[in-house]
């Protein structure tokens, strides 16, 4: 079965001046997606290393409508998104999902790579 893993890092955070506030508003943005798209979402967002998050969708959830919940609940925040497609190795979704891992999970975090290296906001590997 496939899942959709999704990762975004906000760009620059460290030179932010108002860090406190955006950490502080993104966790309040990752309970309302997990709340509002609780059935597509087979693994919560939550923050997983600093300013990047991350949450795993059922393989027929709608992955751009959760991107653009972001931006509209974050609009002063840029992010970079990795998004990757495929099955995953350990499904036991009473672990949160940083403790996931499978192909779909390799596959977005090269995808984040490849979108800081090359300055893109969202790449997606299948």
């Not at 309970?31 to 059935?39: I, L, M, T």
């Not at 693994?43 to 509209?72: C, S």
């Not at 596959?107 to 893109?120: F, P």
Request: a negative charge; proline letters at 2%.
């Amino acid at each position: 079965m496939e899942y959709i893993t999704i990762i975004c890092d906000i760009k620059n955070s460290c030179q932010l001046d108002n860090r406190e506030e955006v950490q502080l508003q993104l966790i309040c943005t990752l309970k309302e997606v997990n709340q509002r798209f609780a059935e597509q979402i087979a693994a919560p967002f939550l923050i997983t290393l600093g300013d990047e998050w991350q949450g795993l969708l059922h393989g027929d959830g709608d992955y751009q409508e959760i991107i653009d919940f972001f931006k509209e609940k974050l609009p002063d925040i840029c992010f970079y998104t990795g998004i990757g497609i495929g099955e995953i190795s350990i499904s036991n979704f009473e672990l949160t999902v940083n403790q996931l891992d499978g192909p779909s999970f390799h596959k977005a975090r090269k995808a984040i790579r490849l979108a800081k290296k090359l300055g893109y906001s969202l790449v997606l590997l299948k």
